[in-house]
């Protein structure tokens, strides 16, 4: 049977942060007697991501913070910049980086590779809780 459930992430300033135990936490119950099954996570936001990357060296969150900074820099001329200078630019890196993932299931556990783990990418410079929803399909 499909399961759902909305949580929220603890607040971080920017940069990209690896969440994975904070989703494993919310969605312990949804796994549980999943044999096969997918999950989707979606972020209800429009100036934060989700991902999947490298989760031992977190150099990787710094190069992904740096990259992402170089391709969209603040300095250009934004024209929405209604809630700060980091409005539109944090709205444009969400949408390179994308608002969901999708992650296999097996036997009752999300089945990353042994390097992988779930990012969020805050692209805000003042810290903010971040709504999540996460859907188990059996």
């Not at 999947?52 to 603040?74: H, Q, W, Y």
């Not at 300095?75 to 630019?89: A, I, M, Q």
């Given at each position: 049977?499909?399961?759902?459930?909305?949580?929220?992430?603890?607040?971080?300033?920017?940069?990209c942060?690896?969440?994975?135990?904070?989703?494993?936490?919310?969605?312990?119950?949804?796994?549980?007697?999943?044999?096969?099954?997918?999950?989707?996570?979606?972020?209800?936001?429009?100036?934060?991501?989700?991902?999947?990357?490298?989760?031992?060296?977190?150099?990787?969150?710094?190069?992904?913070?740096?990259?992402?900074?170089?391709?969209?820099?603040?300095?250009?001329?934004?024209?929405?910049?209604?809630?700060?200078?980091?409005?539109?630019?944090?709205?444009?890196?969400?949408?390179?980086?994308?608002?969901?993932?999708?992650?296999?299931?097996?036997?009752?556990?999300?089945?990353?590779g042994?390097?992988?783990?779930i990012?969020?990418?805050?692209?805000?410079?003042?810290?903010?809780?971040?709504?999540?929803?996460?859907?188990i399909?059996?």
């Amino acid at each position: 049977m499909p399961w759902q459930k909305t949580f929220s992430l603890r607040p971080r300033s920017k940069g990209c942060h690896l969440v994975t135990d904070e989703i494993n936490s919310a969605i312990a119950q949804g796994l549980r007697g999943v044999s096969i099954g997918i999950l989707h996570i979606f972020i209800q936001h429009t100036s934060a991501a989700l991902t999947v990357n490298e989760n031992a060296d977190s150099d990787v969150r710094r190069d992904m913070s740096m990259a992402l900074d170089t391709i969209v820099p603040e300095e250009l001329p934004w024209l929405h910049v209604d809630e700060g200078p980091d409005d539109w630019v944090s709205h444009t890196k969400a949408t390179l980086v994308g608002p969901s993932i999708q992650i296999p299931i097996t036997n009752g556990r999300l089945n990353l590779g042994t390097w992988q783990g779930i990012y969020l990418t805050e692209f805000r410079s003042t810290s903010r809780t971040r709504s999540v929803v996460a859907t188990i399909l059996p």
